[in-house]
């Protein structure tokens, strides 16, 4: 029955662990495919309103509430009648994936068309061939799929074979597309069996498709989205945007536009010179001369600004460039036509090289990110000078992007979404979004009894608490032991970083008497398959890191996770970017909101994203400890009480059922 209590024709003809699936088109919501759960029809509601009066929504919606539906629901309703495209970048492919099965539940009561786009570094048949794939960069990898196209299209040999197919299989593909609505890894594998490149011929078919779904990158980095929505044959005010997980838009447009130059990419890019013979960069300087010059004045403002026992330090304003231009006898404003040329050197070694087993040009990377440096304003970079195994090295971090906030503005509405968007006036703030936008928060609808959250008041993470009580680690150590032993489920552990987990992990294998499993650093395949190997059991414990990929959008539905174990606050470390980020927003907003902005929410979002996973379904039942006594101060936003006795309480609640 409709939320408003009137009598509605259509009835379920599936029931499930899952949504209801329907027959008959709900007059109020006529793209849900299901029976609609508690507050579905508002939210599809507001989305749609939001959308026809041209204004941004931004949506903090509970676990149960149908995220991706009720978007996708709301956003057709709009966009349908007007003959907008939607597109909907998602963080991950699970998440694209995701979308693919709601629309192939739409399409069965009303037409519609989805696909899905990954990048040519997961979807290139030809170069994931070469031995050398995983160290090309994406420039290179642009680079060496314009030549081949290149020569496909001027009639020459050594052209791509899968491209080269891309014009006689469009109808074929999109067939296939419209009617299977595949997941990201199935299109790809259906078009490497028709022996046809998927990134090409996606890039050709999306435009006659009404959802596109594309990874974040394809909106936020400016040269992608312009050929992205160049390729789509769409302005801002023809399609509608949905984010989905909008709590890491802004941190993965800082990554995005920040960037290093390594001292092994100098040191790669000088190596390379030995290829030319010593052509001229500017007024008598050499190729060979000025990437040595910037290697060796990089070295010098390592040993200038970095004291003993430090890794990283600040670089005063145009400090490299001084140092540059004083040790070649050359005024600043020639760099710009140097790393013009540096570029057009490394074109043309790109280009030489690219018939060869020969990885790609470092002087040509060496050359765009050269150019970067010096273009990059540094009231919105934090240009430092670090320190690794390799060497020193220049680092460039971008804390306050402004390319994203002018294109959201000019957008004719969006949806934002999250389950931890909150507080919603202070994402839309920092995203610079208009101030017509619309907050909206929704409860879940599932039973609130089914889930406890509590926090001890005897032990935190606190750095300097740790310092002054040299007990309290193993106070820590000895509760997380306690409470995996104590209680007879699917247990996941959250630590706050890999060097607690990493200082923690003998201790807890002596002492956890149950099967562990771990979350790796940079070895994704063996956490994956250690966490499958988890979710098959009842009573194991998995280790991660908050903020990680187990701790953000993995689902365990019913046993497969009972108890959320989380060690301390998450607050981020203290780094440079923090603090110019830190002392930034101080300045914008007001004395302490930079310490709430950089550190207190995003701790807060992090355990909040950590308790999500614990209850995705109607009958899930979970219990959340977080071991630090600073989760007082943020207990009303983490729905959590004091605890006297964590263990003790545990054992309780798992005892009622």
């Known amino acids: 029955m409709p939320l408003d209590g009137s009598v509605s024709s259509w009835k379920p003809i599936e029931k499930s662990n899952g949504p209801s699936v329907v027959t008959e088109v709900n007059s109020e919501a006529p793209y849900l495919p299901y029976k609609p759960r508690e507050t579905q029809i508002q939210i599809i509601t507001d989305i749609r309103n939001a959308l026809d009066k041209g204004r941004h929504i931004v949506i903090e919606s509970g676990t149960g509430t149908g995220k991706t539906i009720t978007s996708l629901a709301g956003s057709l309703e709009h966009a349908k009648a007007r003959g907008k495209k939607i597109i909907y970048i998602t963080r991950t492919i699970s998440q694209s994936d995701q979308v693919m099965k709601e629309l192939r539940a739409i399409s069965t009561l009303k037409p519609v068309s989805g696909i899905t786009l990954t990048g040519r570094n997961k979807s290139c048949p030809l170069l994931q061939a070469r031995p050398d794939f995983d160290q090309l960069s994406p420039t290179a990898l642009s680079t060496l799929c314009s030549d081949r196209k290149q020569k496909n299209q001027q009639g020459h040999s050594g052209g791509c074979p899968y491209f080269e197919k891309v014009p006689h299989m ?18 790809d594998a259906y078009c490497k069996g028709m022996n046809v490149c998927p990134y090409e011929i996606k890039k050709v078919m999306m435009k006659d498709f009404d959802i596109i779904v594309a990874p974040y990158i394809h909106i936020i980095d400016p040269d992608i989205r312009d050929n992205f929505l160049t390729a789509l044959n769409v302005e801002p005010k023809d399609f509608v945007l949905i984010v989905d997980e909008a709590h890491n838009l802004m941190d993965a447009v800082r990554e ?294 187990v701790a953000e959008g993995m689902d365990f539905p019913g046993d497969e996770l009972c108890f959320a174990v989380i060690v301390g606050m998450p607050y981020p470390p203290p780094s440079l970017e923090i603090k110019a980020m830190k002392d930034m927003f101080d300045a914008k907003y007001g004395p302490g909101m930079g310490w709430r902005l950089t550190s207190e929410i995003p701790a807060v979002r992090k355990i909040r994203q950590a308790i999500g996973r614990l209850i995705r379904t109607e009958t899930d039942r979970g219990m959340a400890v977080i071991l630090d006594n600073r989760a007082a101060r943020n207990a009303r936003q983490l729905e959590a009480v004091p605890s006297e006795d964590p263990v003790a309480d545990a054992v309780r609640f798992f005892a009622k059922h």
């Open 170 to 187: 469009v109808d074929i593909v999109e067939s296939y597309c419209k009617k299977s609505f595949p997941k990201s890894d199935e299109i």
């Open 256 to 549: 995005q536009e920040s960037f290093s130059i390594t001292s092994r990419l100098m040191g790669s890019a000088n190596d390379e010179c030995s290829a030319f013979n010593h052509p001229e960069v500017y007024d008598g300087i050499t190729l060979d001369t000025f990437v040595k010059t910037v290697r060796n004045c990089v070295r010098e403002l390592g040993t200038k600004y970095i004291g003993f026992n430090m890794k990283e330090a600040l670089l005063e304003p145009k400090a490299l460039e001084k140092s540059i231009c004083s040790a070649l006898g050359i005024a600043e404003t020639s760099l710009g036509a140097i790393t013009e040329r540096l570029l057009e050197l490394g074109e043309k070694r790109e280009e030489a090289i690219a018939d060869t087993d020969a990885p790609s040009s470092p002087l040509l990377e060496f050359a765009t990110l050269l150019k970067a440096w010096v273009n990059s304003p540094n009231d919105r970079y934090v240009k430092s000078i670090k320190v690794s195994e390799d060497g020193e090295f220049l680092s460039a971090s971008c804390i306050d992007p402004v390319d994203i906030c002018k294109f959201l503005n000019s957008l004719s509405g969006a949806v934002h979404m999250s389950g931890t968007l909150q507080p919603l006036d202070t994402y839309a703030k920092v995203l610079g979004l208009p101030m017509t936008s619309i907050p909206r928060t929704y409860p879940s609808p599932f039973p609130k009894e089914n889930k406890s959250v509590i926090y001890s008041k005897d032990v935190t993470t606190n750095f300097q608490e740790l310092q002054k009580n040299p007990a309290m680690k193993a106070n820590l150590q000895r509760m997380v032991a306690q409470l995996c032993n104590s209680v007879d489920k699917n247990i996941l552990v959250f630590m706050p970083s890999y060097r607690v987990m990493k200082e923690m992990r003998p201790y807890l294998e002596e002492n956890i008497y149950k099967n562990l499993y771990w979350e790796e650093a940079g070895r994704q395949k063996k956490t994956m398959a250690s966490l499958d190997e988890f979710r098959r059991g009842r009573s194991g414990v998995f280790v991660c890191v908050m903020g990680g990929s």
